[in-house]
T-cell receptor
Framework: AQSVTQLGSHVSVSEGALVLLRCNYSSSVPPYLFWYVQYPNQGLQLLLKYTSAATLVKGINGFEAEFKKSETSFHLTKPSAHMSDAAEYFCAGGGRRNEKLTFGTGTRLTIIP | DAGITQSPRHKVTETGTPVTLRCHQTENHRYMYWYRQDPGHGLRLIHYSYGVKDTDKGEVSDGYSVSRSKTEDFLLTLESATSSQTSVYFC?????????????FGEGSRLTVL
């Protein structure tokens, strides 16, 4: 079964700085990969998803992620952090079409003014 | 926003009492899921449903049961609540699975078992 690992449970960046949240997956088959964001006291919402059509995936709010098969990674980036980006971010993956998604343990992003 | 309503949103109960959480959707999606969210564990799947009366276990199903008698409703029951079941519970729905299986989440139900 697919598994995902998020490196760093807490990440702090200054407003305007690059955001980099790391996610690695483990699977021998082409994965289905997603990034979700959770704002305080809310449910998760989809940021972006990898569908094998392109290795660089653009999502909402200026976020993007690059699928790198050689590194089994799907890191999330944003060139310039905004205060409103403060939230918890979850990477999720599945290895086969009907396989249920597995979520990473989450990374809490703090933006320093 | 996806039409997903969870009830109750907050509940405090005592060990040994039964608890039922309800998820109601207005999207007519086939798949429905119950997750629990705990610090350090992310989201873990408890049970899911792929149609009316069709349900299956997830990775942390012990102590939980589910029922789906209508497309729009998915109930999660704790027959005899324990303190280890203190958590935030999320319902999610999707049209499909795999790459097409984008999940839409409810706002969560916070359960405290004393």
């Amino acid at each position: 079964a697919q598994s995902v690992t998020q490196l760093g449970s807490h990440v702090s960046v200054s407003e305007g700085a690059l955001v980099l949240l790391r996610c690695n997956y483990s699977s021998s088959v082409p994965p289905y990969l997603f990034w979700y964001v959770q704002y305080p006291n809310q449910g998760l919402q989809l940021l972006l998803k990898y569908t094998s059509a392109a290795t660089l995936v653009k999502g909402i709010n200026g976020f993007e992620a690059e699928f790198k098969k050689s590194e089994t990674s799907f890191h999330l980036t944003k060139p310039s952090a905004h205060m409103s980006d403060a939230a918890e971010y979850f990477c999720a993956g599945g290895g086969r079409r009907n396989e249920k998604l597995t979520f990473g343990t989450g990374t809490r992003l703090t933006i320093i003014p | 926003d996806a039409g997903i309503t969870q009830s109750p949103r907050h509940k405090v109960t005592e060990t040994g009492t039964p608890v039922t959480l309800r998820c109601h959707q207005t999207e007519n999606h086939r798949y429905m899921y119950w997750y629990r969210q705990d610090p350090g564990h992310g989201l873990r799947l408890i049970h899911y449903s792929y149609g009316v009366k069709d349900t299956d276990k997830g990775e942390v199903s012990d102590g939980y049961s589910v029922s789906r008698s209508k497309t729009e409703d998915f109930l999660l029951t704790l027959e005899s609540a324990t303190s280890s079941q203190t958590s935030v519970y999320f319902c999610a729905i999707s049209e499909g699975t795999g790459s097409s299986g984008e999940l839409f989440f409810g706002e969560g139900s916070r359960l405290t078992v004393l």
